[in-house]
């Protein structure tokens, strides 16, 4: 059963310290996305790669945030240093573009970050 | 840009009443459309898609017709259960002026059935 998988699941930290969130998009997808959602902006896109070169990141913070694929079957997203306000679910999505249109994204189960 | 507009919520059924979430878009040419469910604590899960004009796409007892007169895409269900009690969002996607072919989501709209 393909899944996008994501670690961790959970993470509190303190302010100012370094995240880093995982994600295992599945094999054969060439995007993947990452998205923030929080009860107050909803579902934000933050980057997507796609044959895991960079094509969007300007939804992202740039002086705190990075994202990066170092290799197909890894994706992660990185936070430093952190702040409350980054309190949010995370989620990593692939999916495969075929021509003009994306098939699908399935999402990983995402990472509920807590910033204290 | 693009974008999705969707009811707000909560909506309030019991069970066995009948659903309409109304989800219309903002969008040049032809995009794809999607309907996500996300369950207490899940990731989103594609409910059911439509790729051009007239399409309807169905699972589980939902249907959305692809309706490009109206720029609509809304969610329907004949009777619903406790379980579908999630929070239901619309989405497109196209290739845009940069060939951005990432998902533009809608707010969301949380369901709650009642039994």
């Known amino acids: 059963d393909a899944r996008v998988t994501q670690t961790p699941r959970h993470k509190v930290t303190e302010m100012g310290q370094e995240v880093t969130m995982r994600c295992q998009p599945i094999?054969?997808?060439?995007?993947v996305f990452w998205y923030r959602q929080t009860m107050m902006q909803g579902l934000e896109l933050l980057a997507y790669?796609?044959?895991?070169?960079?094509?969007?990141d300007s939804g992202m913070p740039k002086d705190r945030f990075s994202a990066e694929m170092p290799d197909a079957t890894l994706a992660t997203l990185k936070i430093q240093p952190s702040e409350p306000r980054d309190s949010a679910v995370y989620f990593c999505?692939?999916?495969?573009?075929?021509?003009?249109?994306?098939?699908?994204?399935?999402f990983g189960q995402g990472t509920r970050l807590t910033v204290v | 840009g693009n974008s999705v507009t969707q009811m707000e919520g909560p909506v309030t059924l019991s069970e066995e009443a009948f659903l309409t979430i109304n989800c219309t878009y903002t969008?040049?040419?032809?995009?794809?459309l999607f309907w996500y469910v996300q369950y207490p604590g899940e990731g989103l899960q594609l409910l059911l898609k439509?790729?051009?004009?007239?399409d309807k796409g169905s699972n589980k007892g939902f249907e959305a017709t692809y309706r490009k007169e109206t720029t609509s895409f809304h969610l329907e269900k004949g009777s619903v259960q406790v379980s579908d009690s999630a929070v239901y969002f619309c989405?497109?996607?196209?290739?845009?002026?940069?060939?951005?072919?990432?998902?533009?989501f809608g707010s969301g709209t949380r369901l709650q059935v009642q039994p």
């Open positions: 989405a497109l996607t196209k290739v845009g002026d940069t060939g951005r072919r990432a998902l533009t």
């Open positions: 969008a040049t040419g032809y995009p794809s």
């Open positions: 999505a692939s999916g495969l573009v075929l021509g003009q249109g994306l098939t699908e994204a399935f």
């Open positions: 439509a790729t051009k004009a007239d």
């Open positions: 790669f796609r044959n895991r070169a960079p094509l969007d």
């Open positions: 094999l054969g997808h060439n995007t």
